[in-house]
Nanobody, 115 residues
Framework: QVQLVESGGGLVQAGGSLRLSCAASGISFSITAMAWYRQAPGKQRELVAG???????NYADSMKDRFTISRDNAKNRVFLQMNSLKPEDTGVYYC?????????WGQGIQVTVSS
């Protein structure tokens, strides 16, 4: 059974930082592409950042200078370091694991940035 469990969210003031973590189980993590998405209130879920099994990364344009995605294959975890947070970064952040033809999602974690 595949499980993705996010942690590290919460309330932070604008300009602050948070580090999200996603613990994965039930998949061959080291060969799995991982990603972070977010969904703001009233908006569609959007890609924040992705990382391939080999460590190549991609980011949404609005976040690439502030957010960093990384992975620890030994611990089956993917991280999202978020700096210089803005109120518009508020939303539910989801971890995603992409295996051939199937995407697995975590339950999501709330990030709230106050102005």
């Amino acid at each position: 059974q595949v499980q993705l469990v996010e942690s590290g969210g919460g309330l932070v003031q604008a300009g602050g930082s948070l580090r999200l973590s996603c613990a994965a189980s039930g998949i061959s993590f080291s060969i799995t592409a991982m990603a972070w998405y977010r969904q703001a209130p009233g908006k569609q879920r959007e890609l924040v950042a992705g990382i391939t099994s080999s460590g190549s990364t991609n980011y949404a344009d609005s976040m690439k200078d502030r957010f960093t995605i990384s992975r620890d294959n030994a611990k089956n975890r993917v991280f999202l370091q978020m700096n210089s947070l803005k109120p518009e970064d508020t939303g539910v952040y989801y971890c995603k694991a992409q295996v051939p033809r199937i995407a697995y999602w975590g339950q999501g974690i709330q990030v709230t940035v106050s102005s």
